[in-house]
């Protein structure tokens, strides 16, 4: 069997398991998708927004605060006088109270950690749509690469199942002996098997992307064979390491709750420190019986005003427990930040150094997929003349099998490195999204 009738043969079975392209979803519907169904995303934002919350709550406690108060009370004296009767009196008395703190530490280090607070959370969120972003295009290239891998399963079955019948045939023209019957049979079920396995991978990984999405993904666009093979730029490790130590979300969210844990131990350390705060207060009281009708005989109000201070003495150590633990905290935050920093340098490292090598790697699979189909073209040809033996020839169709699922799998990884690249700098975008998108077809 010639190599035309061969790559004919393939390229017919990919065409019969991959979906038809008329009206494609692709990469950029399945991310409108996400962002308005990810939960991941969502839970973020939510978060985002209850941090926030929390820098007009500490603001409060340094603004007026203004209240108002009305007290009545009523008196039963019992009875009085001859006749039986009795009278019942009352009072109300109304209050209204202004209170502006003038002198508090603890409470003007808790406004500015509930800011760092706040700026850790948005930094979150701004990693989480970065993460969405890596998320969306991993989750749509494994439903690619499953499809890939099932198209060259179902390829390769009908393959060994035609190297199955010839084997039969030519045991019954006892021009091959009954081993290659046999050895033919087993890798035809052999291969079968791993067809079934295929698609199960395919229908987990249209699940994964439907984790992020909420639906089920139709039928999907995919990366064309001319791929751009470019090195990151700038082409420069460091500079991306330098970067990523600037501009990373995960960084600098970390960064700012070590600030926030700063100012919760000067929060905590004011607790020995005097407050002032200034009082301003009016009240009025008036009062009225049943024995003397009449209008409820109010005195004239007064006002106060006052300033309060406040010197914690002794609180049973609280306080300096409170010092403690906020340092504690602190520290471990400080731990945490470094580990991050770390961590976001050694995969800036990493994600450069895949995609300048991927270049390479993605040239060298090609390769191999083209020098391993002139293989099985040979190797078939040999034993149609009886130069070669079944083995060979089922060996060249695995080698080709593998060979081509690793030039898929390079392929969408090189894309995917770059991407990740760029979330490790802290600098991956909507922009890189359509980018890839335009890859497809």
Same mark, same amino acid.
């Given at each position: 069997m010639g190599t035309k009738t061969w790559g004919g043969r393939l390229a017919l079975a990919v065409a019969c398991v991959l979906p038809s392209m008329a009206g494609a979803e692709d990469l950029l519907d399945v991310y409108r998708q996400a962002v308005t169904n990810d939960p991941v995303?969502?839970? +973020?934002?939510?978060?985002?927004?209850?941090?926030?919350?929390?820098?007009?709550?500490?603001?409060?406690?340094?603004?007026?605060q203004l209240s108002a108060g009305l007290d009545l009370q009523q008196f039963h004296p019992g009875r009085t006088g001859t006749d039986g009767t009795g009278g019942h009196s009352r009072q109300r008395?109304?209050?209204?109270?202004?209170?502006?703190?003038?002198?508090?530490?603890?409470?003007?280090?808790?406004?500015?950690?509930?800011?760092?607070?706040?700026?850790a959370?948005?930094?979150?969120?701004?990693?989480?749509?970065?993460?969405?972003?890596?998320?969306?295009?991993?989750?749509?290239?494994?439903?690619?690469?499953?499809?890939?891998?099932?198209?060259?399963?179902?390829?390769?079955?009908? +393959?060994?199942?035609q190297q199955h019948d010839q084997a039969s045939e030519l045991f019954h023209d006892g021009l091959a002996p009954a081993a290659d019957v046999s050895q033919s049979q087993a890798y035809y079920f052999y291969i079968r098997s791993q067809r079934v396995t295929a698609q199960?991978?395919?229908?987990?990984?249209?699940?994964? &992307?439907?984790?992020?999405?909420?639906?089920?993904?139709?039928?999907?666009?995919?990366?064309?064979?001319?791929?751009?093979?470019?090195?990151?730029?700038?082409?420069?490790?460091?500079?991306?390491?330098?970067?990523?130590?600037?501009?990373?979300?995960? &960084?600098? +969210?970390?960064?700012?709750?070590v600030r926030a844990d700063e100012h919760s131990i000067s929060a905590a350390r004011a607790g020995h420190l005097p407050t002032l705060g200034l009082a301003v207060g009016y009240g009025k009281t008036g009062a009225w019986s049943d024995a003397a009708r009449g209008g409820a005989?109010?005195?004239p109000g007064s006002t106060t005003v006052g300033l309060t201070l406040t010197v914690p003495?002794?609180?049973?150590? &609280?306080?300096?427990?409170?010092?403690?633990?906020?340092?504690?905290?602190?520290?471990?935050?400080?731990?945490? &930040?470094?580990?991050?920093?770390?961590?976001?340098a050694r995969d800036a490292y990493n994600y450069f150094n895949l995609v300048?090598?991927?270049?390479?790697?993605?040239?060298?699979?090609?390769?191999?997929?083209? +020098?391993?189909?002139?293989?099985?073209?040979?190797?078939?040809a040999g034993y149609d003349i009886g130069t070669q033996t079944l083995t060979n020839v089922v060996v060249a169709i695995e080698t080709l099998a593998n060979v081509r699922s690793q030039y898929i799998a390079v392929r969408h990884?090189?894309?995917l490195n770059k991407l990740l690249l760029k979330r490790a700098a802290g600098v991956a975008s909507l922009d890189d999204i359509q980018d890839i998108n335009r890859l497809l077809e």
């Amino acid at each position: 069997m010639g190599t035309k009738t061969w790559g004919g043969r393939l390229a017919l079975a990919v065409a019969c398991v991959l979906p038809s392209m008329a009206g494609a979803e692709d990469l950029l519907d399945v991310y409108r998708q996400a962002v308005t169904n990810d939960p991941v995303l969502a839970g +973020a934002d939510a978060r985002r927004l209850v941090a926030a919350e929390a820098v007009p709550q500490a603001r409060s406690a340094l603004l007026p605060q203004l209240s108002a108060g009305l007290d009545l009370q009523q008196f039963h004296p019992g009875r009085t006088g001859t006749d039986g009767t009795g009278g019942h009196s009352r009072q109300r008395d109304l209050s209204v109270s202004l209170g502006q703190t003038v002198v508090d530490v603890s409470k003007f280090a808790r406004e500015r950690g509930a800011h760092d607070t706040a700026d850790a959370q948005e930094e979150t969120y701004r990693g989480e749509l970065q993460n969405l972003y890596v998320r969306v295009a991993s989750a749509y290239f494994a439903v690619l690469v499953a499809q890939d891998q099932l198209a060259v399963f179902q390829s390769y079955e009908d +393959a060994y199942k035609q190297q199955h019948d010839q084997a039969s045939e030519l045991f019954h023209d006892g021009l091959a002996p009954a081993a290659d019957v046999s050895q033919s049979q087993a890798y035809y079920f052999y291969i079968r098997s791993q067809r079934v396995t295929a698609q199960d991978a395919l229908k987990d990984a249209q699940r994964a &992307l439907q984790e992020i999405t909420g639906q089920l993904p139709g039928h999907l666009k995919t990366l064309r064979d001319d791929l751009p093979m470019q090195p990151p730029s700038p082409n420069d490790a460091e500079a991306w390491v330098h970067q990523a130590m600037d501009m990373n979300p995960d &960084l600098l +969210a970390a960064t700012h709750l070590v600030r926030a844990d700063e100012h919760s131990i000067s929060a905590a350390r004011a607790g020995h420190l005097p407050t002032l705060g200034l009082a301003v207060g009016y009240g009025k009281t008036g009062a009225w019986s049943d024995a003397a009708r009449g209008g409820a005989g109010y005195g004239p109000g007064s006002t106060t005003v006052g300033l309060t201070l406040t010197v914690p003495l002794f609180s049973g150590g &609280l306080t300096q427990s409170q010092v403690r633990q906020a340092i504690h905290q602190r520290d471990a935050d400080q731990d945490d &930040l470094e580990v991050l920093r770390r961590r976001t340098a050694r995969d800036a490292y990493n994600y450069f150094n895949l995609v300048v090598d991927g270049i390479g790697q993605v040239g060298d699979a090609r390769g191999s997929v083209e +020098a391993a189909k002139k293989a099985v073209a040979s190797m078939r040809a040999g034993y149609d003349i009886g130069t070669q033996t079944l083995t060979n020839v089922v060996v060249a169709i695995e080698t080709l099998a593998n060979v081509r699922s690793q030039y898929i799998a390079v392929r969408h990884q090189f894309i995917l490195n770059k991407l990740l690249l760029k979330r490790a700098a802290g600098v991956a975008s909507l922009d890189d999204i359509q980018d890839i998108n335009r890859l497809l077809e």
